[in-house]
């Protein structure tokens, strides 16, 4: 029994060295970029975290359960949001998909939309497609339509636009922290790394 508890142990110990490590091992311009300039966040008192994504992006899709996990477990000193990338009419029809998703308060649009896109292999950009996709949640035609051509949610493209000009987001997923460093997948760093890297940041944003 000392034996196997004592070797229990030795493999705690050397998981907990080897994670330790590997957190050592992240370096800026390798597996993150310091932005030549600091950018106010939207509050002051807490560490910032932005997600920039796109429904249509497969890394994303891959990066979505794992980002919902992730969420759910973040301590109240941080602030998580995301914004849609708008690079394209396509890209601004799925980033007003995500803010219907605020709007009527049903969360599960987002990732209903996700598996519609690449799951169902939907484009998601027709009336054909969007009138019984928001049926499925209840929501009638001229609800969305009227959503969709609101001056509200013009504002809300607008702002999508800017934040990623602001951040100069050429890929997603990519993720901003305070700020301060950005996050995206390379060779370097796999999707599945993405959000190792940036707990590594919060840590660092934390000292």
């Known amino acids: 029994m ?8 030795l493999l705690v110990l050397i998981f907990s060295i080897s994670s330790a490590l590997a957190a050592e091992d992240y370096q800026p311009g390798k597996h993150y970029q310091v932005l030549s300039e600091p950018i106010a966040t939207r509050d002051s ?11 249509g992006c497969g890394h994303c899709y891959s990066l979505e359960n794992q980002l919902n996990s992730w969420e759910k477990k973040l ?16 890209a601004r029809t799925h980033a007003k998909l995500f803010y219907a998703a605020e709007f009527f308060k049903k969360p599960e649009i987002i990732s209903n939309t996700f598996v519609s896109i690449h799951a169902n292999q939907r ?4 009336d054909r497609e969007l009138k019984p996709f928001f049926a499925s949640f209840g929501i009638v035609e001229d609800q969305y339509q009227s959503l969709f051509n609101s001056f509200a949610m013009q ?26 460093y950005k996050v995206s997948a390379s060779r370097q760093v796999g999707t599945s ?11 660092l944003e934390r000292k």
């Open 2 to 9: 000392f034996q196997a508890s004592t070797k229990k142990l």
């Open 45 to 55: 008192k807490k560490i910032e975290v932005i997600e920039f994504f796109w429904f």
């Open 75 to 90: 301590p109240a000193d941080i602030d998580f949001w995301r914004s849609p990338i708008t690079w394209n009419e396509m």
């Open 123 to 126: 484009m998601m950009t027709s």
């Open 155 to 180: 504002n809300k493209i607008r702002r999508a636009d800017t934040f990623g000009l602001k951040y100069e987001i050429r890929g997603v997923p990519a993720f901003i922290v305070n700020g301060k």
């Open 193 to 203: 790394e993405l959000l190792d890297v940036v707990d590594y940041l919060i840590n």
